[in-house]
C-alpha cells in the first residue's frame, strides 16, 4: 500500500462549486491568449482552462497529468533515453514545441531545451490553468509554436500541506502558504518533493529483460528512480509591484527503454537538470486609457555536471555531459483602450541569452568553477583537445495586437510580431481571429496564426562519438562515427488554420468541435551528412550526421470535447470526454513518412461523483490507438514502427474526515494492464516499444490549517 495526498475542497468551497452551472465554469476570465483579462468566450484562441476545482476532485498532481487528460496530446512515458515524460501536441513532437508560464512568466527552460513535464511542475498552488492550443508567437515569440500553458497562482489565504509514501520508495508531498498582509502585500510560496516508485521493467517485460540475465557489465535490469523538488515564492504589493522566484530541479535515469545487451544499467547513469528564475514586474494605469507592465526576468538551466551516460557507445565506462543556459529578458506591454468596444494592445522585448550547449562527452565530470576554455578535456581514448562551444545572442522583438468588437455577434482580432536574432535572424509572423455569437448558445472562431521556433543552442551544437583509439594512414586519430554540430540552424516555421464551434445545450452541457490544419516548415531533424564534417582538428572521422532543417510537416486533425453537470438531490456529477483524431504526413529528402511520435485517435474522459460534499470518487479512461514510433519500417520506409494500442483506467477518491482533515487514494492503472508507449530511437539501441509501469496504488492525507 503507498501514500499520496492531494490538496482537497472544504465544504463551503464545494457548496459554492455545486451551485454553479456549466456555463458559469465556463464563462471565466484568462489572460494567456491577449495578456490581459479577457472573457474566456471572447480569447482569440482555442483555449481549455482546467480549474482548482477540477485539480483537485479529478486529483491531478502536475502540468503531466493535465496534458495526459487533454484532447490533441499524446504523452510518451520512458521513452526517451533520459527524459521520463516526451509530450506530442497535435501531432509535432517535443517538449521544447511549447511555452510553459506561471502567471505569464517564463516557466520553460532558458535556452528552449526540451525538459521533463511532471512534478517538476506541479500544480497545487493553482488558481486554474490556462492551455492555448495553436500558435501564440504574436505575444509571446519563440517557443510559442504549438500551444501555452499558463499557471494562474492561487490568491486567497491559505495554509495547507502534503505527505506521502507508498510502496517501492514512492514519496510525494507539499506545503503551501498564502497569506495576505495589512499593508497591502499578499505573500504565497510553496514547496513540493517527489520520488517515483522504483521501475519493475524487468519483472513485467521478461521478453525484453529475461530472468537470470545481466546487464553487459555485469548489472541486474535495475532503473533509477525519478526525484523531482520544486519550490516557488511571490510577493504582490498593492497590485502593483509583483516579484517571484521559480525553482525545480529533477534527477532521472539516463536508460530508459534500452536494449540489454547496449547499456550497462547503472543506477548512478542519470541526468540532472536545473531550472531558475527571478523576476519582478510593476503595472500601473498612466493614463485612464493606457495601462502599462514591466517585466524583468532573469532565468538560467543547467543540465548538471554529474549527468552520465554508460553504455556500449562509452565503451561501458560512464561518460559526462554538461549545459548551462543564462538569460536576461525585459518585456515592456501597452494596453490603450479606444473605447469600450475597441482596444489595442503593443509592446516590446529584449532578450540576451548566454549559452553553454551540451557538446561531446566529457571523461570527467565539467569543472562549472572554471571558464569554458580552462576545462582542459581531451577525446577519450586521444590526446586531442575536446572541443567544446559557446554561443551568445541577443533577440528583439516588437508586436501590435488590435481588438474590435464590431457589434454584438461579431469580435475581429488582429496581430502581428516581428522578431531579430543575432543567431538566427529576423521573422514576422501574423494572427487573425474572427469571433462570432449569433446567440448566447452558440459561438464560433476561425483562427489562423503564424509562429517560429528557435533553434535552441543544444539541437545546434549537439555533438557526440567516439574514437578508434588508432591513427589512420595520414595520423590523423580515426573515428568511425560522430554526431557533428550545425550553428546554421534555422527556425522552424508554422502555419495553422482552425475552425472552432462550441454550443451550449440549456446551461449544463457543453460540446465543442475543432478542426484544424498545419504546415510546418524547416522541422529539425536528424540525418546523415553526404560528406562526414571534419570538426575535430587532428581526427579523421569516417562518418557522421548532423541536426538539419530537412523535414516538412503537414497535420490535420480535429478535436471533440462534451462537458456535463448534473445533479440528484445529494449527488453531483460531473463529466467529460475528449476524442482526438490526427495525421499527416512528414517530408524528409522527397519521402514521405507517417507522423512520428502519434496515435491517430484518442479517447480520454471520466467522471466525478460527488455525494453530499464528502465523498468524491473519479474514475478517468484512456485509450490510445496504435502509436507511430520514431523510427521508420525497415521494410516499408514510407510508414513507421508502431506500438500497440492499449486500454488504461485511473481511479482517484476522496473523502472529508473533518473540516480540515482529508483521506484520497489513487490507483493508476486500475487493472494492472501491460502497455507500452512508441519509442524514439533505432531498434539498435532501445527496444521496439517502452514498457510502462503497472498498478500502482495510493493512499494520504492532507491537513489545511
Avoid at 131 to 160: K, R
Wanted: proline share 5%.
Amino acid at each position: 500500500m503507498s501514500l499520496l495526498v492531494v490538496s482537497s475542497l472544504q465544504a463551503d468551497e464545494f457548496d459554492e462549486y455545486l451551485s454553479m452551472s456549466l456555463d458559469d465554469l465556463l464563462n471565466v476570465e484568462v489572460t494567456t491568449t491577449s495578456k490581459y483579462v479577457e472573457n474566456l468566450k471572447d480569447s482569440p484562441a482555442n483555449m481549455y482552462v482546467i480549474s482548482r476545482e477540477q485539480i483537485l476532485k479529478r486529483g491531478y498532481r502536475n502540468i503531466g497529468d493535465i496534458l495526459k487528460s487533454l484532447p490533441g496530446v499524446d504523452i510518451q512515458n520512458y521513452s526517451l533515453l533520459n527524459s521520463p515524460t516526451t509530450v506530442t501536441m497535435r501531432g509535432h513532437a517535443g517538449n521544447n514545441k511549447f511555452l510553459l508560464l506561471q502567471d505569464g512568466v517564463r516557466l520553460s527552460s532558458a535556452g528552449g531545451e526540451a525538459i521533463n513535464m511532471s512534478f517538476n511542475f506541479p500544480v497545487y498552488y493553482a488558481k486554474q490553468v490556462e492551455i492555448l492550443m495553436g500558435p501564440s508567437s504574436v505575444s509571446y515569440g519563440a517557443d510559442a509554436f504549438m500551444g501555452v500553458i499558463n499557471i494562474i497562482t492561487m490568491e486567497e489565504e491559505l495554509v495547507e500541506t502534503q505527505i506521502s509514501t507508498g510502496e517501492d520508495g514512492y514519496k510525494q508531498g507539499y506545503f503551501h502558504f498564502s497569506k495576505k498582509m495589512d499593508n497591502g502585500v499578499h505573500l504565497s510560496l510553496g514547496g513540493q518533493g517527489y520520488q517515483s516508485n522504483e521501475f519493475e521493467f524487468a519483472e513485467d517485460f521478461p521478453e525484453y529483460y529475461p530472468a537470470g540475465d545481466v546487464s553487459p557489465t555485469g548489472n541486474p535490469f535495475d532503473f533509477s528512480q525519478t526525484k523531482e523538488n520544486s519550490f516557488f515564492a511571490k510577493i504582490k504589493i498593492k497590485n502593483h509591484w509583483d516579484f517571484g522566484f521559480n525553482f525545480s530541479q529533477m534527477e532521472a535515469s539516463n536508460y530508459y527503454a534500452p536494449r540489454s545487451d547496449v547499456d550497462a544499467f547503472d543506477t548512478s547513469s542519470i541526468g540532472e537538470t536545473t531550472i531558475a528564475n527571478l523576476y519582478g514586474s510593476f503595472q500601473a494605469d498612466i493614463t485612464d486609457k493606457l495601462h502599462s507592465t514591466s517585466l524583468l526576468t532573469l532565468m538560467s538551466f543547467e543540465l548538471g555536471n554529474g549527468t552520465n551516460f554508460n553504455n556500449l557507445f562509452t565503451d561501458f565506462v560512464p561518460l559526462y555531459k554538461y549545459e548551462l543556459t543564462e538569460r536576461i529578458s525585459f518585456n515592456q506591454d501597452f494596453i490603450y483602450n479606444l473605447n469600450e468596444d475597441h482596444k489595442i494592445s503593443f509592446g516590446a522585448v529584449y532578450d540576451d541569452i548566454n549559452t553553454i550547449p551540451v557538446g561531446a562527452d566529457l571523461p570527467t565530470p565539467y569543472n562549472t568553477s572554471l571558464s569554458v576554455n580552462q576545462q582542459n578535456f581531451n577525446y577519450p581514448g586521444t590526446t586531442l583537445p575536446l572541443v567544446l562551444f559557446e554561443n551568445n545572442h541577443e533577440n528583439v522583438g516588437v508586436y501590435l495586437q488590435d481588438n474590435w468588437i464590431i457589434n454584438d455577434q461579431w469580435r475581429l482580432v488582429t496581430g502581428i510580431r516581428y522578431d531579430n536574432d543575432s543567431f538566427h535572424g529576423s521573422s514576422t509572423n501574423p494572427r487573425v481571429s474572427a469571433i462570432y455569437k449569433p446567440n448566447d448558445k452558440n459561438l464560433v472562431k476561425l483562427l489562423y496564426g503564424q509562429a517560429y521556433l528557435a533553434p535552441s543552442s543544444e539541437n545546434a551544437f549537439i555533438n557526440f562519438g567516439d574514437f578508434s583509439g588508432f591513427n589512420s594512414t595520414t595520423g590523423l586519430w580515426e573515428s568511425f562515427f560522430f554526431q557533428a554540430p550545425n550553428p546554421e540552424l534555422q527556425p522552424e516555421e508554422l502555419q495553422t488554420l482552425e475552425f472552432t464551434y462550441e454550443h451550449w445545450f440549456e446551461h449544463n452541457t457543453h460540446i465543442k468541435f475543432a478542426p484544424y490544419y498545419t504546415r510546418i516548415d524547416s522541422v529539425v531533424r536528424l540525418s546523415a551528412d553526404p560528406v562526414p564534417q571534419q570538426f575535430i582538428p587532428g581526427a579523421e572521422i569516417g562518418f557522421t550526421n548532423s541536426n538539419k532543417n530537412s523535414g516538412e510537416l503537414d497535420i490535420y486533425g480535429a478535436d471533440l470535447s462534451l462537458e456535463n453537470i448534473s445533479s440528484f438531490n445529494s449527488l453531483h456529477i460531473e463529466s467529460w470526454l475528449n476524442i482526438s483524431f490526427v495525421n499527416g504526413r512528414l517530408e524528409e529528402n522527397s519521402v514521405k513518412t507517417n507522423l512520428p511520435l502519434i496515435s491517430e485517435y484518442k479517447i480520454k474522459g471520466g467522471a466525478s461523483f460527488i455525494y453530499r460534499n464528502k465523498y468524491t470518487l473519479t474514475p478517468q479512461i484512456y485509450w490510445v490507438d496504435d502509436s507511430n514510433n520514431n523510427q521508420a519500417d525497415p521494410a516499408e520506409p514510407t510508414k513507421r514502427l508502431q506500438t500497440d494500442s492499449y486500454f488504461v483506467t485511473d481511479l482517484h477518491a476522496e473523502v472529508v474526515l473533518t473540516k480540515n482533515l482529508n483521506i484520497v487514494s489513487d490507483i493508476y492503472n486500475l487493472f494492472d494492464k501491460k502497455h507500452s508507449h512508441a519509442t524514439h530511437f533505432t531498434t539498435f539501441t532501445t527496444l521496439p516499444e517502452a514498457p510502462q509501469p503497472g498498478r500502482l496504488i495510493t493512499v494520504g492525507l492532507y491537513y489545511k490549517f
